[in-house]
């Protein structure tokens, strides 16, 4: 950090206690020569000179976290991976940036800032100090679109114009060597000072429209120490174009045997590069194909109910608490509750699942999803941003900008690969002319512009980030969300998945399947006053034996949640404790009457719930969840692929072994405790390396963050989506097989386009640099070593589209056998 004061916001200051702890914290981080906060407007200011993660690290550690917020820019001019690096170099020497990732794929910067330190406006201005163009990034997709559409519009121009010109030049220059005698006649007609002058005419024009672009953007850079992609193909055009100037204009200056003309090869190098660009540019438009998609299900407008007329409204001026009508086959336009009519919505882009759901009063609807063939009516629950499209799209627009660790290996050479570039450009020109034989001026030109032109970091700097908006645009097209980007990487190396049971395996709707009384009790009296006792429990368990019960419910006169136990209640004057096995073991219970009915029930994949009433072990009760559909194909496949798989449940061990039997699990933790299941995922990793855990409750958020990968189900709650890092957007566990399968893809596709860009330069820098000239008498023509950039770009590109093919890992899963229902007295 600069030894300029910097200010920011400071989160948990409640009184002057807090501003004093969190100032000392600050003033002990070495290099602070000052620090001060300011408990009325939170606000903390800081001189010295030390890294702002420094000071957010201190403030985390004292207690008092420095509020972090997010900065999006939208940069033009980048054109390679050392124009990222320059920009992210130039973004995080700003006082108060925390990170920096900048994609050129998507010619975006993400930028995570301590809150009140820096505005967007200044973080653009340094990008532009840098040499580029940037702005804060809007929410109006359409005028980013408009901007994209105007800037391909420009690249094709350009390549026409650069074409025409360059077109007339080609064919004079290499016409002959397809029609012998064609140059001969050209010059004893003309004369070979016309011919050159009227190239150097064209080729000075399409250096100074079209070609303009490398230059004001490569040379600016060039003074500045920082060349990038366009300084090296501003330099290659200028010395092909110099050099021939001089062969026209002051031809004694060259020995007569290096008095020639390379206009043609600067004219057709930027005519390539343009159509390297204009072919990239519109790869990286399909690209975002998926989130284009997925913003294209949002309608444009709603018909809304205002002071009992509907009327029609653009969609963004809906608000929650609106009465939105939607007729049949129409879209609905935000998430809300269902007031009036029945119908099936089409939720496919939710679930996945091609069949529509009945929805009626007191259903929810999603923006985004087809009403089917009735009208109904809904009131707007969420609008905007907090719709389930919205928060979709921004899962998927996170993802695609993240920076993966297989990328440092390109973000390390980039940094110093073009002036490495031009440093070879340079050694090739002097061993050439010191040691190249006649015309040793010419062929060390020829092979200095080849090194300058063929070198691409533009591949290096495309070969990450493409991969990553594919992979992730087509993972939500499957159903797979990675809420952070960097967990493709991170489950690829997993060793083992782990799978929470209830709602997550299986359906979470369990019902009682099950009674086994006590001898002397009324079996429909104690199901009811256990039903009164759970009726304020938001546990699956108790819905279903809530269900179960036939009688009216009595409020209970008491009720206390023991965590991970049960529950204990007073009921009609009786004291209940409802529970596991250890519930009934800690309150000192004898179990025996009843201990083979419980391990009958536990046998039977059942999930066994005792019930002692005023001291005394009374019932026991067996409920069923069903295992969801393809759960089994879900296990053999993840067993196919090498992985190892486990069930970590509360349920009963005899339970919880039934239901691994049943899918073909292989390990087995039980009875954990919801605090137990992090130190279960612990357990895992140490036996068997990298976990992924999928969960879909708020008891999995320990371990959902715990484990290397935490995948949840979309259907659970909001607690566990937020801890995971990779969402199924159904509940679909084929979901996991997806995610692992397009993880190994997209790295897979990655490490090819890596390959393909250091190989190429690898290869091609010492071709062009003139090392087949020994055995061949050949020099790479510097047209050639253009083309030959340009295609390199557009093959990373193209590889990185296959993505959008990717065919899903799953078929459709198996058809669920219909449950059964046993009665025991």
């Given at each position: ?719 566990a989506i937020e801890s995971a890092d990779v969402v199924l957007r159904s509940g679909d566990p084929r979901g996991v097989v997806e995610a692992l ?85």
């Amino acid at each position: 950090m600069a030894s300029d004061a910097i200010r920011f916001e400071v989160t948990g200051l409640n009184c002057g206690g807090c501003a004093g702890r969190a100032q000392k914290a600050l003033a002990a981080v070495p290099g602070v020569s000052d620090a001060s906060v300011n408990l009325a407007n939170r606000m903390a200011t800081v001189t010295g000179d030390t890294g702002s993660s420094t000071l957010r690290d201190a403030l985390a550690k004292a207690g008092y976290p420095a509020r972090e917020s997010r900065v999006t820019l939208g940069i033009e001019g980048m054109s390679c991976a050392s124009c990222v690096a320059r920009v992210e170099k130039a973004l995080n020497a700003v006082p108060g940036v925390l990170a920096a990732h900048v994609n050129l794929a998507t010619e975006t910067a993400d930028v995570t800032v301590l809150a009140g330190s820096s505005d967007p406006a200044e973080l653009a201005r340094v990008v532009t100090e840098a040499g580029y163009t940037a702005r804060p990034a809007g929410d109006d997709s359409a005028e980013v679109a408009a901007r994209k559409d105007a800037e391909g519009r420009a690249l094709k121009r350009d390549l026409i114009v650069a074409a025409a010109l360059t077109l007339p030049v080609f064919l004079v220059e290499m016409g002959g060597h397809l029609i012998p005698g064609l140059h001969m006649r050209l010059m004893e007609s003309i004369g070979q000072t016309t011919l050159w002058a009227f190239e150097f005419l064209l080729i000075t024009t399409v250096l100074a429209v079209p070609g303009r672009r490398f230059y004001r953007v490569g040379v600016p850079l060039l003074f500045k120490g920082a060349p990038d992609m366009n300084t090296l193909v501003a330099l290659g055009t200028a010395a092909a174009w110099g050099y021939s100037t001089v062969a026209l204009l002051l031809p004694g200056v060259l020995p007569e045997a290096a008095r020639a003309v390379y206009f043609e090869a600067a004219g057709v190098i930027v005519a390539l590069i343009l159509l390297g660009r204009f072919l990239e540019a519109r790869a990286k438009g399909r690209t975002g194909a998926a989130i284009r998609k997925l913003i294209g299900l949002r309608p444009d407008t709603a018909r809304v109910d205002r002071g009992g007329t509907v009327i029609e409204l653009p969609t963004a001026e809906v608000q929650p608490g609106d009465v939105v009508h939607v007729r049949p086959g129409e879209r609905i336009a935000v998430d809300g509750e269902v007031l009036t009519g029945d119908s099936r919505i089409d939720e496919s882009m939710i679930s996945g699942e091609p069949v529509p759901v009945r929805k009626g009063p007191g259903d929810m609807v999603t923006g985004g999803t087809v009403n089917g063939g009735s009208a109904i009516s809904f009131r707007a629950t969420a609008v905007g941003s907090d719709t389930m499209l919205a928060r979709i799209v921004a899962m998927v627009e996170q993802a695609q900008g993240a920076r993966l660790p297989i990328q440092a290996l390109a973000d390390r050479v980039v940094t110093w690969f073009v002036p490495a570039v031009m440093g070879v450009a340079a050694l090739t020109f002097l061993a050439w002319l010191a040691l190249g034989p006649s015309p040793a001026l010419t062929h060390a030109l020829v092979a200095a512009v080849s090194v300058l032109i063929i070198a691409c970091p533009c591949a290096m700097g495309l070969a990450t980030p493409t991969s990553i908006m594919v992979g992730t645009g087509r993972a939500a097209e499957l159903g797979v969300l990675f809420r952070k980007g960097d967990a493709l990487q991170r489950l690829e190396a997993t060793g083992i998945v782990a799978f929470d049971k209830t709602g997550t395996l299986t359906e979470g709707r369990p019902s009682l399947v099950r009674i086994v009384t006590a001898e002397g009790v009324d079996e429909a009296a104690l199901l009811t006053r256990v039903a009164s006792a759970e009726q304020g429990s938001e546990h699956p368990i108790a819905r279903a034996l809530e269900q179960a019960a036939e009688g009216p419910l009595v409020q209970p006169a008491s009720v206390e949640a023991i965590a991970g136990h049960g529950l204990a209640a007073e009921v009609d004057g009786r004291r209940l404790l409802i529970g596991a096995a250890r519930l009934m073991t800690r309150e000192a219970i004898d179990i025996a009457p009843l201990a083979a009915a419980h391990d009958e029930v536990a046998k039977a994949g059942q999930t066994p719930v005792l019930v002692a009433e005023d001291g005394r072990i009374v019932a026991v009760f067996g409920i069923a969840d069903a295992v969801k559909p393809g759960a089994r194909a879900v296990v053999a496949a993840l067993h196919e692929q090498g992985l190892r798989t486990a069930l970590i449940t509360g349920d009963t061990v005899a339970t919880a072994q039934a239901i691994a039997a049943q899918l073909g699990i292989d390990h087995v933790e039980a009875e954990v405790l919801p605090e137990g299941k992090l130190d279960a995922v612990k357990r895992l990793r140490a036996a068997h390396g990298p976990v992924a855990f999928v969960g879909d409750g708020i008891n999995d958020a320990p371990a959902l963050a715990e484990a290397e990968v935490g995948i949840a189900i979309g259907t659970g709650t909001d607690i566990a989506i937020e801890s995971a890092d990779v969402v199924l957007r159904s509940g679909d566990p084929r979901g996991v097989v997806e995610a692992l399968h397009l993880s190994r893809a997209v790295l897979r596709n990655i490490r090819q386009n890596l390959g393909w860009a250091f190989g190429y330069n690898v290869a091609l820098i010492p071709v062009a640099a003139g090392a087949l000239y020994p055995a061949t008498g050949m020099l790479l023509s510097p047209m050639l070593a253009a083309g030959a950039m340009a295609l390199s770009s557009v093959f990373v590109l193209s590889n990185a589209l296959r993505l959008r093919r990717l065919a899903p890992a799953l078929a459709q899963p198996e058809s669920a056998a219909p449950a059964t229902k046993e009665s025991l007295a």
